[in-house]
């Protein structure tokens, strides 16, 4: 259930461990005062508003005072423990090994997410949008920039956050160690989707995840069966390739989320289910599903839908 | 200890043959306009008081219209667009409508009266302030009410506040709001610090100032510090989206991080000034209600003013997901850990009073008491949350959430409602029903738990801030329940609260000058108390003055003009007598200055030139407040204020 103390990698572990040890100290700090509270308040004499104030002996208040002055001196000294607990996690964050990093760039926008997976080579780099796949074991140095506000890159189970701030490029580092699905939710207030952009993240086995990027490296097949090519002749031709890429036709603006892959992806919009009823849906409303969103609505005949759906449904 | 109330009130009380002349001079003129001219420190204090609740109420309504959207997934109720004006609503009002005036409200009334003057030190300026928070505070909500309300959080980040993704009018209204809130911060500030250090009773030096004063002080010099780099980021703001500037584009040079320094610089900060007045009330009460001094006087007023200090170097602990340099921001945890230790002094020296004293367990005690365990918990998570590993996970989530409503509440909420309750019976000259308290408090402290405990795990599960719904798979639907049922719990103690101040007002049991037996001044006179506050101007000789004092030290100063407003001013440590000085009398012009102000600001959203032509009638009013008036020459002559 709980996201951040079931890490997936090192860097979220780090951080559950430092968060076990303070839950101890500060639940042994809150017992330890509700206490003395409890009992001070249940020991003392009861009075009215009639009763004579007096003022305590000094002797008693000298008691007291050592109390006090052991309770502060106490307290400064959990705090220390505290905080060197806290660097010690810092520093065993930035020493994570980052040999053979897997380098992405991811860019965040007004909502959703565009995903580069870098190479030294040219050629062997790719796109994809919404999704982030990872190998287990090897670590990954993530770019991060914003196109228009900003916002926040957060996989709870894999690492802490980092913000994605417009004129400023920053990174972060993880590595994922268990194979899985995780969620990313972007977690700076970025407008009406906050809500609903969040990050499909997934751990492959090394050998999985070389599969996954060399089928995303292929430009989308062209399509053999006729329905098939009246889609995709409708998406070039119409105003879906006024925003959106297609790798292998003349698609390629980049104002949305790459297609070229879209059938595999398990999300939408990071909202819908990937059915062909929802992408009808989403294709002729975006605005039911996410209010907000800046994909306008398309009002396609039934025959060109049927056929738009074909196509993009061979995109895998 | 009724011998020296009495001789506290110049042995004459109510029959004395001042009494009648004080009154002829300083009560206001019945009708409507005199209601509007009145400079009286209690009036004012009031109205800051009723507003500030007004506006807690609705944004207690819109926290829990939140409350229900988010009580189950996939909730329709709200829409994004009407939710994200809702919560930036709720931050605002919560933050900059009632946390701080309701503060300085509280201040306004109490401290000439806990002090032992007549009126505060600048009365027309705070009139004014008032207007300016009242006409400033109902310009947000009409905007609001048009659907144009501020939608980019209280925090009002840009680019999203900025002019290509503000969409609207939205964002400048939330920016002049600042301007008023701030402009009427900053002159209540100037003037409480003054009353404070300037108009004390003769004898109450620094080190014989009640608790709530230093608190009021210490709040006083940080919203003199803290305010300006708000206000001065939201006018950068402003100039981006009117006057085409670029001070945050970085296509242009700007820098969209500056505008998070300029704003948490002032917004940890604020934190701190919202909740210091809070331990003051509780530290005025806990000597009260345990029968004795308050233990380790000198010890809370250090933490109290290192926690100022303190407050002005953890601004970085908002920004710790952004791209800093790391070891900076190693430095902001450890003032993060350190500004605990003042706190955990308070604390420890509230348990030794209370373990010493003899207690009166008194609704006011039980919120105070209630309040420990929340402020605790509030403060436990700070330290969390201080942490820059454990925050990058936590920030930004419902953890924070929690952690911020537990010490607000904990911090401010439940010290002011024991100080409502507390102080009520001098203000109306009425107790509240205990009964109907006890159950409030009771309900009050299981809302509080049962809507932000559960948010702690909501955080851990993943769930971010400030969204608008959530699905199923999340599985964070039965936490939100309890979360939402929580709400209406706390909802339903409020009601009771509403319902019982009114109650007591009309009809509560008769108080008398200081119906708990408290130790400071303002239980020396009666209640509610004269508008000349005293018939004659009390002197302390001690800590606790209407507990003891010297013998053979005099009880009050005599020999003060009562034909005019005429009052003392003390030196700022010993508060030896140095000179009269006479209050200004009730006037039109701060409600007019104050008008045209808004005016001006609301002028300058549609048009720049209103920016520049709109400050004429601002101006045109401060002429006329500050013009001499032959009569008033005159008769400060008669008197000799002026050789």
Sequence with gaps: MSEVLAPGGPQAAHIAQLWWLMLAICAFVFIAVTLALGCAVLRARRATSETAPESPSTSGEKRVGLWVKAAAALSMLLLVILLGASVMTDRALARLPLDDALVVHVTANQWWWDVVYEDAQPDREFRTANELYLPTGRPVIVKLDARDVIHSFWIPSLTGKKDLLPGRTTTIQFRADKAGEYRAPCAEFCGLQHAFMTLDVVALAPASFDAWADAHRAPAATPSDPMELRGRELFVSGSCMLCHAILGTSANARSGPDLTHVASRAHLASVLPNTPVALAAWITDPQVAKPGANMPAHFLADADMRALLAYLGTLR | ?643
């Design chain 2, 1 to 643: 200890m009724s011998t020296d109330l009495e001789a506290l009130r110049d042995g004459g009380g109510w029959d004395s043959v001042v009494a009648p002349l004080l009154d002829r001079t300083w009560r206001d003129k019945p009708g409507f306009i005199a209601w509007l001219c009145t400079v009286d420190h209690k009036a004012i204090g009031r109205r800051f008081v009723f507003t500030a609740a007004l506006f807690f109420f609705a944004a207690g309504v819109m926290g829990g219209l939140m409350r229900h959207q988010l009580a189950e997934p996939d909730n329709s109720l709200l829409g994004p667009d009407f939710y994200n004006q809702l919560f930036t609503m709720h931050g605002t009002t919560m933050m900059f409508l009632f946390a701080v005036p309701m503060m300085q409200g509280m201040s306004v009334y109490l401290i000439p009266l806990m002090v032992g003057t007549r009126n505060t030190a600048f009365p027309r300026m705070a009139a004014c302030s008032y207007w300016i928070y009242l006409f400033g505070g109902l310009t947000l909500f009409i905007a609001f009410a048009f659907n144009t309300g501020a939608d980019a959080g209280w925090f009002a980040y840009v680019p999203l506040a900025g002019p290509q993704y503000g969409i609207g009018r939205r964002a400048d209204f939330w920016n002049m709001l600042v301007n008023f809130t701030e402009a009427t911060g900053l002159m209540v500030a100037v003037d409480i610090a003054t009353v404070i250090l300037k108009m004390r009773a003769p004898g109450m030096s620094l080190q014989r100032m009640p608790l709530f004063v230093w608190a009021s002080l210490v709040t006083s010099i940080m919203i003199i510090f803290a305010m300006p780099t708000v206000m001065f980021g939201a006018n950068l703001v402003q100039m981006d989206r009117s006057a085409g500037t670029h001070f945050f584009n970085p296509a242009e040079g700007g820098d969209v991080l500056l505008w998070q320094h300029l704003f948490w610089f002032f917004g940890h900060p604020e934190v701190y000034f919202i909740f210091i007045p809070g331990l003051g009330f509780v530290s005025e009460i806990i000597p009260t209600f345990a029968r004795r001094p308050m233990f380790g006087y000198d010890a809370v007023v250090l933490s109290m003013i290192a926690t100022g200090f303190l407050s002005f170097g953890l601004w970085v602990h908002h920004m710790f997901a952004t791209n800093l340099p790391e070891l900076g921001k190693s430095f902001f945890t450890a003032m993060s850990f350190m500004i605990a230790i003042p706190t955990a002094v308070q604390m420890f020296c509230w348990i030794a009073t209370l373990w010493t004293g003899r207690l009166n367990l008194r609704s006011p005690l039980l919120f105070v008491l209630g309040g420990f365990i929340v402020l605790l918990i509030g403060g436990l998570t700070g330290v969390m949350v201080g942490s820059v590993p454990l925050d990058l996970q936590v920030h930004d989530t419902y953890f924070v959430v929690a952690h911020l409503h537990y010490v607000l509440i904990g911090g401010a909420l439940f010290p002011l409602m024991a100080a409502f309750y507390y102080w009520f019976p001098k203000v109306t000259g009425r107790l509240m029903n205990e009964r109907i308290a006890r159950w409030q408090f009771a309900l009050f402290f299981i809302g509080v738990n049962a809507t932000f405990f559960p948010m702690h795990e909501l955080g851990l599960n993943g769930m971010p801030r400030r969204i608008y719904t959530y699905a199923v798979e999340t599985g964070w639907g039965t936490l939100n329940m309890a979360a939402t049922i929580g709400a209406f719990i706390v909802d339903l103690s409020m009601l009771m609260f509403v319902i019982d101040a009114v109650r007591s007002f009309l009809r509560g049991q008769r108080a008398g000058a200081n119906p708990w037996g408290a130790s400071t001044l303002e239980w020396s006179t009666s209640s509610p108390p004269p508008p000349f506050n005293f018939i004659a101007l009390p002197v302390v000789s001690s800590r606790d003055p209407v507990w003891s004092r010297n013998e053979g030290a005099p009880t009050h100063v005599s020999g003060l003009q009562t034909s005019t407003r005429e009052g003392l001013v003390t030196t700022v440590l010993d508060a030896i007598p140095d000179v009269r000085y006479e209050y200004p009398a009730p006037t039109i012009w701060p409600l007019v200055a104050a008008a045209f102000i808004i005016l001006w600001l609301v002028w300058s959203i549609f048009s720049l030139q209103g920016a520049l032509w709109g400050m004429i009638p601002p101006a045109i009013a401060f002429i006329a407040w500050f013009w001499p008036r032959r009569d008033e020459t005159a008769q400060g002559a008669a008197v000799e204020k002026r050789p």
